[in-house]
């Protein structure tokens, strides 16, 4: 009974919560690196925004920007209209991939160092890609678009694919929720 009492008393210490604080800043960093934006640049994308929606959307194809609304959810339509269709027409989602994994790969040499041919790392990478393929993609599409790419061959990659598998998972577990607070909030107004 004491675990179960922890584990809700004290979320931060749940397995879950536990996993994804020290994999989330793994995948992460392709928001933030300034390798990822020079890459979409030079893919053909404009500004952050359009870098952030294809590049994370990519895995999809060329989609509408309503199937990326509902599949990231908590964005407004209107700002992922701004950049999606026009994605699609500056570049290609092959393109937008190739440019992510190549940011990411440069991103996470850089802040890997001499880590990046570790044990440790090779190791990390092996488990979390045992985690990601255990997954189901049924009500994750984003997940399944992701899943459907080839792995990468350098450990330090297969870690940064499998931390973005089981974000994506993750994170879409989350929405079902959501859109039902929403659902019952609308019925009440």
Avoid at 134 to 148: D, E, I, N, S
Wanted: hydrophobic share 50%; glycine share 4%; proline share 8%.
């Amino acid at each position: 009974m004491g675990t179960m009492l922890t584990k809700l008393s004290e979320p931060d210490k749940h397995p879950s919560r536990v996993a994804w604080t020290m994999l989330e800043p793994y995948h992460a960093m392709i928001y933030f690196a300034p390798e990822a934006r020079a890459a979409y640049s030079a893919a053909g994308l404009k500004g952050y925004w359009m870098g952030y929606f294809a590049s994370r959307a990519a895995a999809m194809g060329p989609v509408p920007a309503s199937v990326v609304t509902a599949t990231f959810y908590n964005f407004h339509p209107a700002m992922v209209a701004r950049a999606i269709p026009d994605a699609w027409r500056l570049s290609t989602p092959e393109q937008i991939l190739s440019a992510r994994l190549g940011a990411a790969d440069a991103a996470l040499r850089r802040l890997l160092g001499e880590t990046i041919t570790s044990f440790e790392l090779t190791e990390a990478a092996e488990i979390a890609r045992t985690a990601a393929e255990a997954c189901t993609v049924a009500g994750r599409p984003l997940f399944a678009g992701h899943a459907a790419l080839p792995w990468p061959d350098q450990p330090h990659l297969v870690l940064w694919h499998a931390t973005t598998l089981l974000r994506e998972f993750r994170a879409m577990a989350m929405w079902p929720p959501c859109l039902q607070k929403r659902s019952m909030a609308a019925r009440l107004i």
